[in-house]
């Protein structure tokens, strides 16, 4: 499975954003997809997550401004940001664990968001 992930960039605070992550490969192989954060310093967070079906799951820091979709056929979710804040600030990665136990964890390459007047 590759994921393809796109969207990131600068954005003022308060601003939105969208990111968007694209599955390709043996998709047959994935349910759940969603995004991490890894700040400077800092360990790798999960930000959000959607099953196929539809569930979703966020982070505390990011509950209430973010929100997290797919689309059909179930291969490419979108993370919206709103009232984004310099704690933001981070790689985003894309995420998706494989449907085997244990799981093994595909990663997209990582997309800088920047939060800054």
């Known amino acids: 499975v590759q994921l393809q992930a796109s969207g990131g960039g600068l954005v003022q605070p308060g601003g939105s954003l969208r990111l968007s992550c694209a599955a390709s490969?043996?998709?047959?192989?994935?349910?759940?997809m969603g995004w991490y954060r890894q700040a400077p310093g800092k360990q790798r967070e999960l930000v959000a997550s959607?099953?196929?079906?539809?569930?979703?799951n966020y982070g505390a820091s990011v509950k209430g401004r973010f929100t997290i979709s797919r689309d059909n056929p179930k291969t490419t979710v979108y993370l919206q940001m709103n009232s984004l804040q310099p704690e933001d600030m981070a790689v985003y990665y894309c995420?998706?664990?494989?449907?085997?136990?244990?799981?093994?964890?595909?990663w997209g390459q990582g997309t800088q968001l920047t939060v800054s007047s």
């Open positions: 995420n998706a664990p494989s449907r085997g136990r244990p799981p093994n964890h595909y």
């Open positions: 490969g043996y998709i047959f192989d994935i349910d759940t």
């Open positions: 959607i099953t196929s079906s539809g569930i979703t």
